[in-house]
């Protein structure tokens, strides 16, 4: 499987193994636990069929902002758009970029060796800029999945003319809402994430893909940090 693709899949099946109730727990505690795990347990894995699919989405962000995500298979490549930068990740490398002052940079460092554990600090940036990715959502679902105090309430909707299941969490740190496609597209959410409020919704989506992709911005300056890069 190629890096890009262990990558994205291993963050969603990580999460979806630490939903097993284990412990001393009464019959209706395991009850309650079970509810939580099954409801993220079919989100997250809706999220996870996702990435084997090729499509655009565009996301309407606070502010008039948008974000993209990009997702081509044969290989799998993946690319995040958001206000000022651009994540992409490829089997043949990981390439951030960077726009200020009319400008961009791009860096281009190695792909995580397949089988390695990932870990969702590969999108910090696009958190930080407003691009919450569907990796994180499951991460915070499952969070909430194993927060005892936590309330979870599922309902359905439509976003860009696609049904959707939605979970509202209330929990002490910040309450949530997700919704996800019926094809395991993110459709929205809105909450904190590392204690910054972020809000986005679904308002396109296609299921072709540009060629250029994921390519560097045009014009932009690419420094390739690989080993035997130049």
């Known amino acids: 499987m190629p890096a890009a693709s262990t990558t994205l899949r291993m963050l969603a099946v990580s999460v979806i193994a630490s939903l097993t109730v284990t412990g001393c727990q009464t019959f209706e505690d395991a009850g309650r ?106 991460g915070l679902l499952t969070a909430a999945a194993l927060d005892p105090q936590a309330v979870i309430e599922q309902s359905d909707t439509t976003v860009a003319g696609h049904h959707a299941t939605c979970v509202e969490v209330q929990r002490s740190d910040g309450d949530l809402t997700a919704c996800v496609t019926t094809d395991g597209v993110l459709g929205s959410f809105t909450g904190p994430v590392d204690g910054k409020p972020m809000e986005l919704a679904l308002s396109s989506y296609s299921d072709t893909v540009a060629k250029d992709a994921f390519d560097p911005p045009a014009g932009a300056s690419v420094v390739d940090q690989r080993p035997g890069g130049s």
């Open 33 to 138: 636990a079970m509810g939580r795990s099954d409801l993220v347990n079919d989100l997250a894995a809706r999220l996870d069929r996702a990435l084997e699919l090729t499509y655009s989405a565009e996301y309407q962000l606070p502010g008039g902002e948008t974000a993209t995500i990009v997702q081509a298979q044969d290989p799998a490549r993946s690319s995040y758009r958001y206000p000022g930068g651009r994540l992409t990740v490829t089997p043949d490398g990981i390439t951030r970029c960077t726009a200020a002052g009319g400008r961009t940079a791009c860096t281009l460092v190695t792909p995580p060796t397949p089988g390695s554990k990932p870990t969702v600090a590969l999108f910090a940036e696009a958190n930080e800029q407003g691009l919450v990715t569907p990796p994180v959502v499951v």
